[in-house]
């Protein structure tokens, strides 16, 4: 379904019913199914033929969403994961051993961050941080022989930075080292990272995927271009994996896709349920039309607390005066997505006092769903930190997220504006 458009492929990709079928996939609940030739169930577990055995590997709902998005991101195949955390590790497992390590953008979602900085290290697995706005050298400068992995998000989480992909993408070549893209934030309806020199795309389909807050899930897609055949660093990948009969997983056409389902997948059980798939299936159908109010009603939103005296600085990538401006122009030219963050002028007391006065707008730890939410990271997501701590992780303390909706703007507008008032 490639040449369809992204507002097409939202609403029609994924499922096509057969005569009598339902017109939407069904919530296929069942762990196993049946087979009644042997030979058939044999062939099915030495990969060589099509069918579901067993919902810890694969299952039909589930595979409905995978297929949708990897036709949105313009992938080859994808992988339902049980929330967007499992599908980063299980792509870590898919590439790593102990010993090895990871580069990865500092700009970084919370939970991407203590991964790779505290519990990959346990398990041997070290990660190397560069600053989002690093030169090409050193970035270049981090990567060795042990580096398996450059990891970055297409628009960063809270500061709100735009993924150079031209630069990454060049170091990523000149090494040949897999570039993997966190694609959470802008949606393959506002930027596609395979169109930019990304191997893999990834999601945690818990924000605008389901845009609903209903379902935790994840997303790991493999665009099928990067080459694993005689690429040293990728030894695992060019020799026989003896837990599946000797396969070697370069000589495949799906050579990542496959070895994370068939032994990552396998062995830890982290696939998306296909409760959560039918909801974020049904979510999906909006999304283009949802991503399309959220970049409006944020780019109008930046701009009202941009100019509000009470607002002493603001990040959202559309405005002219934003850090990120020109790449947001070249990645992101249909919209930078729902994420603003700004900081009142005052402190923790200002930031309590605005966020209780709010009516509409709610506080909340999620992110791009239907609704408008804040958070103030300072008192909570990373309330143990000093204030010198929360100023190294350039968090400032009297910054706010807000994740913009899809309600009408004005609601939106009145409701901060009425909270700026008392404070
Ligand atoms: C929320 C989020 C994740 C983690 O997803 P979960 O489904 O909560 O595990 C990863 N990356 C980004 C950018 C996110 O916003």
């Known amino acids: 379904m490639k040449e369809y458009r992204p507002e097409t492929l939202c609403v029609q990709a994924g499922y096509r019913p057969q005569s009598g079928e339902s017109r939407i996939p069904q919530i296929c609940q069942s762990t196993t199914f049946f087979y009644p030739e042997t030979k058939k169930m044999a062939d099915l577990f030495d990969l060589k033929g099509e069918g579901f055995f067993y919902s810890r590997l694969a299952n039909p709902t589930v595979e409905a969403l995978e297929k949708r998005i990897a036709a949105l991101e313009g992938g080859v195949y994808a992988i339902g994961c049980s929330s967007g955390m499992s599908a980063i590790l299980?792509?870590?497992?898919?590439?790593?051993?102990?010993?090895?390590?990871?580069?990865?953008?500092?700009?970084?979602?919370?939970?991407?961050?203590?991964?790779?900085?505290?519990?990959?290290?346990?398990?041997?697995?070290?990660?190397?941080?560069?600053?989002?706005?690093?030169?090409?050298?050193?970035?270049?400068a981090l990567i060795d022989r042990n580096t398996r992995l450059v990891f970055a998000e297409t628009i960063a989480n809270p500061s709100i930075a735009v993924l150079d992909f031209e630069k990454i993408a060049s170091v990523c070549r000149k090494n040949a080292v897999l570039f993997a893209v966190d694609n959470t934030l802008a949606t393959p309806v506002l930027c596609r990272p395979f169109d930019f020199g990304a191997h893999l795309v990834i999601h945690a389909t818990t924000k605008y995927m389901d845009g609903h807050a209903a379902a935790l899930g994840g997303m790991i897609v493999d665009g099928g271009t990067f080459v694993f055949r005689g690429n040293e660093r990728y030894a695992d990948f060019n020799s026989?994996?003896?837990?599946?009969?000797?396969?070697?997983?370069?000589?495949?056409?799906?050579?990542?896709?496959?070895?994370?389902?068939?032994?990552?997948?396998?062995?830890?059980?982290?696939?998306?349920?296909?409760?959560?798939a039918f909801y974020t299936y049904l979510g999906s159908d909006t999304l283009a039309l949802r991503m399309e109010r959220h970049c409006t009603n944020a780019a109008a939103t930046a701009r009202f607390l941009a100019e509000h005296p009470k607002i002493e600085w603001i990040r959202y990538p559309s405005l002219q005066t934003d850090p990120y401006h020109t790449l947001a122009q070249k990645y992101l030219p249909k919209g930078a997505g729902g994420m603003i963050s700004f900081g009142i002028r005052g402190g923790v007391e200002q930031c309590a006092r605005f966020m209780e006065a709010l009516r509409l707008i709610t506080q909340e730890t999620h992110i791009a769903d239907v609704r408008s939410c804040v958070l103030h990271p300072a008192s909570t997501t990373h309330r143990q930190l000093s204030e010198q701590a929360l100023a190294q992780a350039g968090i400032p303390v009297n910054l706010i997220r807000l994740s913009v909706g899809i309600e009408h703007l004005d609601d939106i507008l009145s409701d901060?504006?009425?909270a700026l008032d008392t404070i």
């Open 416 to 418: 901060l504006s009425d």
């Open 240 to 276: 026989p994996d003896e837990s599946y009969h000797g396969l070697v997983y370069a000589d495949l056409p799906v050579a990542f896709g496959t070895k994370c389902r068939a032994q990552m997948i396998r062995d830890t059980g982290a696939i998306m349920s296909p409760q959560n």
């Open 90 to 140: 299980l792509t870590v497992m898919t590439l790593c051993h102990a010993g090895d390590n990871i580069v990865c953008a500092a700009g970084l979602y919370g939970g991407t961050h203590n991964l790779f900085s505290t519990t990959l290290p346990k398990f041997g697995i070290t990660c190397r941080f560069f600053q989002n706005d690093a030169t090409e050298a050193e970035i270049e």
